[in-house]
């Protein structure tokens, strides 16, 4: 069972490229989110998925953009990458495990905008 | 929006003792998550608290929640190294989302 699985892992990006970050869950989760965490900030919603065909901001979405392909894919797409986009990028995925909801984690994107 | 609040941001303690750490939330929420965080991992799942009052312990880590305080607490019991690590809380408003703390480092001493 591999839970929540995102790629890459790493990645170095130059100023003004774009990239996707993919993110996949095998859980038959409704929702799925993207994070980012910054020192001192803690984990910060950038974009939130309730359903297949629905996606919502979040507290810091500005520069990104998601696609959520189907049930198990959700994207997080940086049209023209800036330095303050250096971070760690997490992937999540929640539903009901017995009575109530959890939410898992993927193992996290680090990206560095030179 | 829901907004968060953990302290302390640092914690530094010796083998041996006990400490709390404490999550204040902004708003009503029927959910609260504690997570932990090693260097360099992602975010595990410690305990779900669902309903005022609710109690729940693992090991050495004791949670609580008090949703009319809109409080919960972390109680480490005789700290031990393998304790450090980063630790959240996070809150699920009623549309799902999650929000989260901005962590506790904890460092225990031997």
């Known amino acids: 069972n591999a839970g929540v699985t995102q790629t890459p892992k790493f990645q170095v990006l130059k100023t003004g490229q774009s990239m996707t970050l993919q993110c996949a869950q095998d859980m038959n989760h409704n929702s799925m989110y993207w994070y980012r965490q910054d020192p001192g900030m803690g984990l910060r919603l950038i974009y939130y998925s309730a359903s297949e065909g629905t996606t919502d901001k979040g507290e810091v979405p500005n520069g990104y953009n998601v696609s959520r392909l189907n049930k198990r894919e959700f994207s997080l797409r940086l049209e023209s990458a800036a330095p303050s986009q250096t971070s760690v990028y997490f992937c999540a995925s929640s539903g009901l495990q017995g009575a109530r909801t959890e939410a898992f984690f993927g193992q996290g994107t680090r990206l560095t905008v030179v | 929006e829901l907004k968060v609040e953990q302290n302390p941001l640092f914690l530094s303690m010796q083998e041996g003792k006990n400490y709390t750490i404490y999550c204040n939330y902004s708003?009503?929420?029927?959910?609260l998550y504690w997570y932990r965080q090693d260097p360099g991992k992602s975010l595990e799942s410690l305990f779900v608290?669902?309903?005022?009052?609710a109690v729940k312990q693992e090991g050495r880590l004791m949670a609580s929640l008090d949703t009319k305080a809109r409080l919960s607490t972390l109680h480490i019991t005789a700290a031990v190294h393998d304790l450090s690590a980063t630790y959240f809380c996070?809150?699920?408003?009623?549309?799902?989302?999650?929000?989260f703390g901005t962590g506790t480092s904890l460092t225990v001493i031997p």
């Open positions: 708003t009503t929420s029927d959910r």
């Open positions: 608290l669902l309903s005022n009052g």
């Open positions: 996070a809150v699920a408003s009623y549309g799902n989302q999650f929000y």
